[in-house]
């Protein structure tokens, strides 16, 4: 009984390692959930005939295969694109940079060209005209700035949550899928295989 349980972990540590490469973390969190269910089930039987454990064997380790395989695609895509959210934001947020270095640019060059005055009277008005032309849109910048950041931080919160369900359901449906065939290999070692899962997978 306990050599029939050691094989089913090893079998699934095994099909969990020929998946797709995903997060560890993630991968780790749902397998031990799954290590979880097996400590505690006690559906195992009785049986040791090797002709029924190996035909269980056979038909469900490549369902358990499956997957873990379509867990790895479907975690690896919620990360792709999530990072092409990422990506996208990030380039606007360059654009909007680019503007605003640009717009202080032609701020600095209003008192810059107070500087070829040569007489101090004329050099004090021009930067106090330039002062005073330039306080709104200075004031505007700064709001516009202000706004910017607020938007781009919301814009990366709501990525990572978007992706925080996405993974989040991937691993659910891995727990649930991979428990629940489980349950049926245990099932398989008492019973042997039914002929309903025989002929739907004829």
């Known amino acids: 009984m306990q050599t029939a349980t050691f094989t089913i972990l090893s079998l699934a540590l095994i099909g969990a390692a020929v998946a797709v490469p995903v997060t560890s973390v993630a991968k780790a969190r749902a397998d031990n959930s799954i290590l979880n269910l097996l ?9 040791a005939d090797p002709e029924i454990t190996t035909e269980c064997f056979n038909h469900f380790m490549p369902i358990l295969n499956q997957i873990s395989t ?44 107070c500087h070829s005055d040569t007489d101090n009277l004329d050099f004090f008005n021009c930067y106090a005209v330039a002062a005073s032309t330039d306080i ?20 990366l919160q709501q990525i990572k949550d978007t992706e925080d369900v996405c993974t989040n359901t991937a691993q659910s449906t891995f727990t649930e899928q991979t428990s629940e065939t489980y349950r049926q290999l245990n099932e398989c070692f008492v019973n042997g295989l039914s002929v309903a899962t025989t002929v739907s997978s004829a």
């Not at 092409?84 to 032609?106: P, Y």
């Not at 709104?136 to 814009?155: Q, V």
């Open 136 to 155: 709104n849109e200075i004031y505007n910048l700064s709001t516009d700035a202000s706004n910017a950041a607020i938007s781009l931080k919301g814009g």
């Open 70 to 113: 379509n867990f790895s695609v479907q975690y690896e895509q919620c990360v792709t694109v999530a990072s092409q959210a990422v990506g996208n934001l990030s380039a606007k947020a360059a654009q909007k940079r680019v503007a605003f270095v640009d717009e202080t640019s032609a701020f600095c060059s209003a008192f810059t060209s």
């Open 39 to 47: 400590a505690q089930s006690n559906l195992l039987g009785s049986s």
